[in-house]
């Protein structure tokens, strides 16, 4: 399968635990995208990186969340500390330059 | 600040109907992308269609097409003769088109469910 991985894709934890969600993108997509999902509503944003720099950030990525891609491949999200209103669905998404925009499966969280 | 309306929350129709989905957008940016993705179960989003601001063309893509009316701020799409696997839910997206700024904003979505 070539397409955008994420892992795990479905995480459960307990309040103040911190989680970390691998995504994969396809092979030669230079753009990697961050995006929550709550139930009933639509993506948004959360942030991008150009290879391995992060580009720009929502103010939705307090200071609990980074998000790093180290060689410009996979990226990681990380939350610390989390809290019930983390809980969602966290999607990435890649692409190469400003070409079509192929989303993963998504990483759900449930916060207890 | 950049806005897409969905107002349809959800849609039932007959298989073999046809079926609109309506957005409408606010954007203040005088160049811009706008997109439809279609999320089934799965959670995977499945890109449908992008179309800059200054093609105002109507697209037909098989079964599928969409009316960009910039006049109204209006880009709805229409699934012509539906199937049972066109359920979903459906998502408007709308983007600037400069470098830098990369953000996709989406809509509420539209759940439709095509009865068989």
């Known amino acids: 399968d070539t397409g955008v991985s994420q892992n795990p894709r479905h995480k459960i934890t307990k309040r103040g635990q911190n989680v970390t969600f691998r995504c994969d993108p396809i092979?030669?997509?230079?753009?990697l995208y961050w995006y929550r999902q709550t139930l009933g509503q639509g993506p948004e944003f959360l942030t991008y990186f150009q290879n391995e720099a992060q580009l720009e950030k929502s103010r939705l990525l307090s200071d609990r969340f980074s998000a790093e891609r180290p060689k410009g491949s996979f990226s990681t999200l990380e939350i610390q500390r989390t809290e019930q209103g983390d809980s969602a669905m966290y999607l990435c998404a890649s692409r190469w330059g400003f070409g079509e925009l192929f989303f993963g499966e998504g990483s759900r969280l449930t916060v207890l | 600040a950049q806005k897409v309306t969905q107002a349809q929350t959800e849609i039932s129709v007959v298989e073999k109907e046809d079926v609109t989905l309506d957005c409408v957008y606010e954007?203040?940016?005088?160049?811009?992308?706008l997109f439809w993705y279609k999320q089934p179960p799965s959670g995977e989003l499945v890109f449908l269609i992008r179309?800059?601001?200054?093609?105002?063309q109507n697209e037909i893509s098989g079964r599928y097409s969409w009316n960009f009316q910039k006049s109204t701020s209006s880009f709805n799409f229409t699934i012509t003769a539906s199937q049972v696997v066109d359920s979903a839910v459906y998502f408007c997206a709308l983007s600037p088109t400069n470098f830098g700024n990369e953000k996709l904003t989406f809509g509420t979505g539209t759940r439709l469910t095509i009865i068989p």
């Open positions: 092979s030669e997509h230079n753009r």
């Open positions: 179309r800059n601001s200054f093609d105002e």
């Open positions: 954007t203040r940016d005088t160049t811009y992308y």
